[in-house]
């Protein structure tokens, strides 16, 4: 299938048309077009008569419908390859009716399947290419579930705080040491057997990177005591030692001359643009999983799926998991040298958010609107300034990126209706990830947050980390700086008060503005068995089954 031919059909009909039009609509040289037009017309698709002499227009007759013949070739295509090879066809911009036929068939390939050689395999829909499988670029959710599925941590915490062992299988805590003994003949997927000084060095990689270095301050030295012994020394205290170790950014991994290696339920087969293929790894020192591969196959952005098996596809065998998929608050950059740093300002346009923010399921269905907190157990509204129209001296900047278009419009027309004067920045989903620096060109715009899995700890990252995009506000302000420093000598389990706190200053502010909690809603057939919920709301890989009819 040609993508030009099929954008030609799609943007020109039978008629009368120059070939510069034609080579405009294609983004092509016009001799380039024309090379085209005549092997097309070679093929029979169309018939084309070159205009002749200065004004005369050149004539095409379309001779088949490319779409339908099309739809009959990837419907075929869909039923006999492999479902990598059919996925980028999808992208095309078909009409509703055919895209709506095409997704439908194209979705009874997702889900679990037993191949003729009895291997488990489930077959996942990916929105996003895995451009990066390192632990310390795990900064958003697609990545880190995967991270989560191919390594493992020294630790695990839960969403009740209750720490478990994983790699180290248990521990001795002081005030200024943390001492952890590791399991033995623990595997990487190489087969080799992790050792102390494995994991010292991933900490250390981890310590050093200057996005994760404010969260490990406190401690001054780690090192290997025995092949099997961890000593992390904290000469002034640090109370957070263990939940920092059981983050997904602090996943224990090797190095090797074909890349990276865990220890994980599953490792990474096959990891390209359009299908990242994981198989069980056997020799897993917990549980080996039932599955025995899952295929992450890349998909349309606007692709809704469900996990199906291959025993039951009526509508009525499914059912419904439901888990929290994060929340979104709007930034201001305080600290930005703009109208944005006066309290006014941000204050008005708080108020402005404020009186809107009951529209957001009008946005997207699955947002909720969140006039309290970002926090799960409080629900009490925060009070709402109350201030007229300030000067503005010039538009202030607001961030747009694909991710999150239609809430980012939505935020640009209710302040602008406010006679708040505003400037568009488009960033790439990577530079408003990684490049810091790109956040700080702008005055404000939506972020989404998802925790990982305990909110305690979450929420500090949510502050702390290199990655946020508090941690220049934070650093900046004297107050909020101050009130970071008292986590670190506050007891762990007494952080909640601590972030009721910093999240009053962060909205009395208007530093960050409460938008939207949001629901992840995923169907299963009913015969997938032990779904639970891990890393940032996914679903556990490593525990699922399928009950075979017997």
């Known amino acids: 299938m040609n993508e030009y031919l099929f954008t030609l059909w799609k943007s020109v009909e039978s008629g009368p048309i120059r070939v510069e039009e034609m080579a405009q609509i294609l983004h092509l040289s016009p001799k380039q077009t024309a090379r085209y037009v005549k092997t097309w017309e070679k093929e029979g698709w169309l018939s084309f008569t070159s205009g002749r002499g200065r004004g005369n227009l050149s004539k095409l007759i379309w001779l088949k419908n490319v779409e339908e013949v099309y739809e009959q070739e990837l419907t075929t295509m869909i039923e006999e390859e492999p479902i990598e090879k059919s996925s980028k066809y999808l992208l095309m911009d078909w009409s509703p009716e055919r895209k709506t036929r095409l997704l439908n068939h194209f979705q009874s390939k997702f889900g679990f399947k037993q191949t003729v050689y009895e291997i488990d395999q489930l077959i ?328 990982e899995m305990n909110e305690t700890f979450s929420f500090y990252y949510f502050l702390k980390n290199g990655y946020s995009p508090l941690s220049n506000i934070l650093n900046n302000d004297p107050e909020l700086k101050k009130h970071m420093d008292m986590y670190i000598q506050t007891p762990f389990e007494k952080w909640g008060e601590l972030h009721e706190q910093m999240e009053k200053m962060l909205i009395e502010k208007s530093i960050m503005i409460p938008l939207y909690h949001q629901k992840k809603e995923i169907p299963f057939s009913n015969d997938i068995m032990n779904i639970q919920m891990k890393h940032f709301g996914y679903v556990d890989f490593s525990k699922l089954w399928v009950r075979p009819e017997i």
């Open 124 to 451: 996942i829909p990916r929105k996003y290419p895995f451009h990066s499988l390192h632990p310390l670029e795990a900064v958003h959710v697609h990545l880190a579930n995967l991270v989560a599925t191919v390594y493992n941590r020294l630790v695990a915490i839960d969403e009740r705080r209750v720490v478990e062992p994983e790699i180290a299988h248990s521990w001795n805590m002081t005030p200024t040491r943390l001492r952890l003994y590791l399991k033995k003949d623990v595997k990487f997927h190489d087969g080799s057997i992790l050792t102390a000084n494995d994991v010292v060095h991933c900490l250390e990689n981890m310590r050093k990177q200057p996005q994760y270095a404010n969260l490990w301050q406190p401690v001054e030295r780690i090192r290997a005591v025995t092949p099997l012994v961890i000593d992390i020394d904290t000469p002034n205290g640090c109370s957070y030692t263990l939940q920092l170790l059981g983050t997904i950014i602090a996943s224990i991994y090797k190095e090797t001359d074909h890349g990276l290696v865990g220890t994980g339920p599953f490792y990474v087969a096959e990891n390209s643009e359009v299908k990242t293929k994981l198989i069980a790894f056997k020799e897993h020192f917990q549980e080996r999983p039932l599955l025995d591969e899952i295929e992450f196959i890349q998909v349309p952005k606007d692709y809704d799926f469900i996990y199906t098996s291959n025993l039951k596809k009526e509508p009525e065998s499914t059912f419904v998991f439901k888990s929290h998929s994060g929340f979104g608050v709007v930034i201001m950059n305080a600290c930005r040298k703009s109208d944005i740093s006066r309290q006014e300002v941000r204050d008005y346009i708080h108020s402005v958010i404020a009186g809107h923010r009951h529209e957001v399921t009008g946005v997207y269905e699955k947002m909720v609107p969140n006039h309290a907190s970002c926090l799960s157990h409080k629900t009490e509204p925060y009070p709402i300034p109350k201030v007229e129209r300030p000067h503005f001296h010039a538009p202030l900047i607001l961030m747009q990126r694909k991710w999150n278009e239609p809430m980012t419009n939505w935020l640009k027309e209710i302040l602008e209706e406010a006679g708040v004067p505003i400037e568009v920045k488009w960033l790439t989903f990577e530079e408003s990830i990684y490049e810091n620096t790109k956040q700080e060109e702008v005055d404000l715009y939506i972020h989404g947050e998802i925790f």
